[in-house]
């Protein structure tokens, strides 16, 4: 069977050409098919700003560890009151927690870490299990209990709360001799700050309280507030300076273009503001009128 063609179309083999005046189709496809000469997609244009935005990011070089002065300070401190830590993220609070379980533990001594968040307090308890041992490592939040009896327990500070009520009512001790309040700022949540308040308030003068925060701006003015209610010296350690791991704010567009949030100056990004402007626009022009297309 003769296969049916197209009329104006000329089949030699398997190549087939449609004649239009000079050129051919088949030439005018291979031109278009050339991508050599062709401009990079703007989604992976690397422009200045987002050079600067990336670069410095990944692993830092391996280096001997050596704590901070204001690690150390914070552990000295603990050897005799209370401590509010205040320091930015990625600044190693937690660092001053772990060595200070490290050193309870080793003299048959008992600890509780809190957090505010289950998230957290998961991850927390899967790093020190790691660090301590799992024997030495319980966790109590509201859907999970594991080794309740272990001389580190990593819980929620309601839960931790809810123990010390218990204790009010059973006469009996709260089992640990610290106990380490993370993102102690959550004492100012207006939904959830009084169980920072009733923790404080009712650990017994014999625990030692660490409260660790990235975001407390009157540290000096809460150790006071701890001092009054607990009857111990509650001292404030500050690590100055910025964060040691800096924030870097960028927003991606639907065409995977990504523009740092901020300029050089600090500003929000001039690109931003004006995508804002046109879309509050269109949101403002009346239904049915001209609407301007972007």
């Known amino acids: 069977m003769r296969r049916a063609r197209a009329k104006g179309t000329r089949i030699k083999g398997r190549r087939s050409e449609r004649k239009t005046g000079s050129r051919t189709d088949t030439k005018r496809f291979q031109h278009a098919a050339d991508t050599s ?58 660092w001053i927690a772990r060595e200070e379980i490290r050193r309870l533990i080793g003299s048959a001594k008992r600890a509780w870490y809190t957090s505010p968040l289950k998230a957290l307090t998961n991850s927390k308890y899967q790093e020190f299990s790691a660090e301590f041992g799992a024997e030495r490592v319980g966790i109590l939040t509201g859907d999970r209990k594991e080794n309740p009896d272990a001389p580190l327990i990593v819980g929620t500070t309601e839960i931790y709360r809810n123990q010390l009520f218990d204790s ?58 701890i001092e009054e209610v607990r009857g111990v010296r509650c001292g404030v350690v500050t690590r100055p300076g910025d964060r040691p791991v800096p924030l870097k704010a960028a927003l991606l567009l639907p065409d995977q273009r990504l523009l740092p949030l901020l300029n050089d100056t600090g500003r929000l990004n001039p690109e931003i503001v004006a995508m804002g402007d046109r879309a509050r626009e269109e949101r403002l022009t009346p239904l049915g009128g001209h609407r301007r297309r972007f």
Do not use: C, M
């Open 37 to 94: 000469n062709l401009a990079p997609p703007r989604a992976f244009a690397q422009t200045r700003e987002v050079r600067k935005l990336l670069e410095g990011i990944g692993t830092p070089p391996a280096a001997p560890f050596k704590p901070d002065p204001f690690q150390l300070e914070a552990l000295a401190a603990l050897e005799f009151a209370d401590v509010l830590v205040t320091a930015p993220t990625g600044s190693g609070k937690t």
């Open 168 to 225: 009010l009512r059973s006469g009996h001790d709260v089992r640990a001799d610290l106990v380490v309040l993370d993102e102690a700022h959550y004492l100012a949540d207006e939904e959830r700050g009084h169980v920072w308040e009733e923790a404080i308030i009712l650990s017994p003068p014999r625990i030692r309280l660490l409260l660790l925060s990235a975001t407390i701006g009157n540290a000096d003015e809460f150790a006071r507030w």
